[in-house]
């Protein structure tokens, strides 16, 4: 069998509402960032399966590529290490990326592969 590419394999992640909320929300918040700057020349656009995977998210899908999850996983990272408002929803953050990195490391027992 072929080896499949990390933008057409894909896998389904088993979310609580809870965590697909914050996992919107996070994605949301990157995606606006920009447009947010008082310099937007000072912050990188997020890459395109940010975008790709908060549109999965909205539609209310939870099935992501893996090019997709690694984009979220490193996002979900750097908003864990923040020291703003997410502060909140650390707990959140921190299952969210428990999920995406073991679905990344093929350990994560609740979801399904393609």
Do not use: K
């Not at 890459?47 to 908060?54: D, G, L, N, R």
């Not at 750097?78 to 502060?87: A, D, N, V």
């Amino acid at each position: 069998m072929p080896e499949q590419s990390a933008h057409s394999q894909s896998v389904t992640l088993s979310l609580p509402l809870e965590e697909q909320w914050t996992l919107h929300h996070v994605l949301l918040d990157r995606i606006e960032r920009e447009l947010a700057a008082a310099d937007p020349t000072t912050i990188d656009p997020p890459p395109v399966e940010v975008f790709q995977a908060f549109e999965a998210l909205d539609a209310g899908q939870t099935r992501f590529t893996m090019a997709q999850l690694g984009a979220i996983q490193t996002i979900l990272a750097e908003y864990h290490h923040s020291p703003t408002w997410w502060e909140l929803e650390r707990p959140q953050l921190e299952a969210l990326l428990h999920h995406v990195s073991s679905a990344i490391d093929g350990r994560e027992p609740t979801l399904s592969a393609d």
